[in-house]
């Protein structure tokens, strides 16, 4: 069984294209993916994807981009709706330097708050972790430009029993074993496929195969057209769309670039993702 450690089908661009995604996720054997929320108001729609397709395993959590519109009853909503769902996951949570000092404009959407500084998401961040620890739940964590300062974060502060994942790991391959005895797994994404991701792609070959997990972070994150087996329309803004059955391609990317038979690979990461997911 294939397993997507992260993604986002809940997202607008996704929504014209969910029995089509479904049939071909299921038909590439596609048994599990974990569809994090990112806001309160897509936390009801991951909800009911997980009552809608079995294979989706909910994850609830304030993104460090939707900090800054957060109500003030955000981690009560937050508490009640997994204290409710004893299968869901705590995610995407995490900080994040890369969108406060290098994005470009087009992230930033008229009428939109600023994204809140880095304080303001570690005010966010932690209080989020400390639930999963209380209800030992796996969280799964967006880090961009920001990786010593996480480090320091998970090493001064309690961290989930059954670990936490990276997602979409693009840190430093030096950190990856500090990080591994913190408790986190790091999944590996189709875009780091792309030619010029080499620094992902010398991560991944150091990640410990207990620790290793696949993810598409569809819509976002494509792999490069070689890789791209599944695609769909763009959206309104003429942006590629990721399909989650691009899964298929990454895992064979992934046994290459790691030298191992897919079949291999793919019975490790299925081992990993119940272990860490339940």
Request: hydrophobic share 45%; proline share 11%; glycine share 8%.
């Amino acid at each position: 069984m294939r397993c997507d450690a992260h993604n986002h089908l809940q997202d607008d661009w996704l929504a014209p294209h969910l029995d089509r995604i479904a049939g071909d996720c299921r038909g590439l054997g596609i048994g599990a993916m974990v569809v994090n929320g990112t806001a309160e108001a897509d936390w009801p729609r991951v909800a009911a994807l997980a009552g809608r397709f079995d294979f989706v395993r909910p994850s609830y959590g304030l993104h460090p981009w939707d900090v800054a519109g957060r109500s003030p009853a955000w981690l009560e909503t937050l508490r009640a709706r997994l204290v409710a769902e004893p299968r869901a996951a705590v995610g995407e949570i995490g900080i994040d330097r890369w969108i406060l000092e290098s994005a470009p404009a087009e992230y930033f959407p008229a009428g939109s708050p600023p994204p809140a500084p880095l304080a303001e998401q570690i005010e966010c961040f932690l209080p989020q972790l400390a639930l999963a620890v209380e209800l030992d739940r796996p969280a799964s964590i967006h880090c961009l430009q920001a990786w010593g300062q996480l480090d320091e974060l998970l090493r001064s502060h309690a961290r989930p029993r059954r670990g936490f994942l990276l997602h979409a790991y693009g840190g430093p391959a030096e950190m990856v074993p500090g990080f591994a005895q913190l408790g986190a797994y790091f999944s590996f994404s189709g875009s780091f496929l792309a030619e010029k991701k080499t620094r992902q792609r010398a991560a991944f070959r150091v990640v410990p195969t207990d620790r290793l997990l696949v993810e598409t972070d569809a819509p976002a994150m494509p792999p490069p057209a070689p890789w791209l087996t599944h695609p769909l329309p763009p959206s309104p803004e003429g942006k590629p769309v990721n399909h989650p059955a691009n899964l298929a391609a990454t895992y064979a990317g992934l046994a290459q670039l790691r030298g191992v038979p897919e079949a291999a690979l793919t019975a490790a990461v299925a081992e990993n993702f119940a272990r860490l997911f339940g």
